[in-house]
């Protein structure tokens, strides 16, 4: 298979590393308007190929003509969110480079299947399904597993256990309004709530949907991108793989949860052509209502952004 990641930054590049160490791909193209930095990135990952033991090819190039015939696109070109920008207005910006991308994409890989990083991560994912007409099965957002995996760090730091041990999940948009599920978490197979006190858990769960921003609080000048690398790469390696088991991912539903039309983190099982089916867990009545409002906040940020357009035009 060949994927293409739109974007060499942090996030693409470090993905591009992740993958290709993973040996999940035969090529992977990185391709950002800076040119050399596409190509500069590309060839010192390909240099670490006989130490990593990968076989992919990587590529960099400004020219979506190398991106012609992926099976897979990743999507993580776009602006940070800089102070004093709302959401409404990082969602304007990114929606040019994120459209820009998407068509000059499908149009060399008219079959490919999307998977979105650039935020806010399930706004753009519905841009990309508007911008391509694809089916909603092709048009997948990353942003689950990356919740999860920090919210089972924190519980693990808490509780001085392995993240392996934890077993949780973490739904809804990727955001403020993040639904980390603490009915459905469990640590060595005992409940959360049997094994921490309430305001702790209230913490941990705060902390996670501060994830990222504290990170930029430390950098300064950067976001996330090493974590961000492995959820996006596992999320590749259950398309390319597939092996039946429900992953955290945006998707489009239309009912699921009593959700309809909006795209929002759930448990989803991958296939090679995108998304295979969506699992509808038995969510507590708390969880339920946080993912329902999850999701309008996400509708109600597209909605915003297709208003701005038509003024535009």
């Given amino acids: ?20 160490n993973r040996n999940l791909v035969s090529e992977i193209a990185l391709v950002d308007i800076d040119e050399g930095v596409a190509r500069g990135k590309a060839l010192d990952i390909a240099q670490s190929a006989s130490l990593a033991g990968f076989d992919t090819r990587v590529i960099g190039s400004a020219d979506y003509a190398e991106t012609a015939e992926s099976d897979i696109v990743i999507v993580t070109a776009g602006m940070a969110r ?23 994409a499908v149009e060399r890989s008219p079959d490919c299947v999307i998977v979105m990083v650039t935020n806010p991560l399930d706004v753009m994912a519905h841009v990309a399904l508007s911008e391509t007409g694809f089916p909603k099965k092709r048009v997948i957002g990353m942003a689950g597993l990356l919740d999860t995996s920090r919210f089972r760090y924190f519980i693990a730091r808490e509780l001085n256990v392995s993240p392996r041990e934890v077993d949780a999940l973490v739904l809804g948009g990727h955001g403020d309004l993040m639904v980390p599920c603490v009915s459905q978490t469990s640590v060595g197979g005992k409940p959360l709530r049997e094994l921490l006190p309430g305001e702790t858990i209230d913490a941990l769960v705060k902390r996670t949907r501060d994830g990222g921003a504290e990170i930029v609080n430390l950098l300064k000048t950067g976001s996330a991108y090493y974590a961000p690398g492995e959820s996006i790469a596992e999320m590749i390696g259950a398309i ?29 099982v991958l296939e090679r052509r995108g998304l ?9 009545e708390p969880d339920i209502k946080a993912l329902r409002l999850s999701a309008a906040m996400v509708t109600e940020q597209y909605e915003s952004l297709l208003k701005t357009r038509d003024r535009e035009s």
């Fill in 82 to 104: 800089k102070p004093g920008m709302s959401r409404n207005d990082l969602a304007h910006c990114n929606a040019k480079i994120v459209t820009a991308a998407v068509t000059a």
């Fill in 276 to 284: 295979s089916r969506i699992v509808e867990l038995p969510l507590d």
């Fill in 1 to 20: 298979m060949k994927i293409s990641i739109i974007g060499a930054g942090n996030v693409g590049a470090t993905t591009a590393k992740t993958i290709a």
């Fill in 240 to 268: 390319v793989v597939p092996n039946g088991k429900p992953i955290p991912c945006t998707a489009y539903l239309e009912g699921e949860y009593g959700i309809r039309q909006a795209y929002c983190g759930v448990p989803c």
